[in-house]
């Protein structure tokens, strides 16, 4: 089963990231670094920090607590 850290990665990768195209334009809209973007889309061990998904969550305008519900779907 895939770590809590996975999913989150695996979702914002799937459902946000791929959908943008451009790595670099995701992490301008969202306010992290474009590094930090590549970890979530490529780094199988990247541990996201929860301030991380607060400011990506924040951005697009949801709440944490609707993240976790959509990625538990």
Do not use: P
């Amino acid at each position: 089963m895939a770590t809590l850290e996975r999913k989150i990665c695996h979702y914002i990768s799937s459902e946000w990231i791929s959908k943008e195209q451009v790595k670099s334009q995701f992490a301008l809209n969202h306010n992290i670094d474009e590094k930090t973007v590549r970890r979530i889309v490529s780094d199988k061990s990247y541990k996201i920090s929860l301030y991380t998904l607060n400011k990506i969550c924040e951005a697009r305008g949801i709440k944490l607590s609707e993240f976790f519900q959509a990625i538990d779907k």
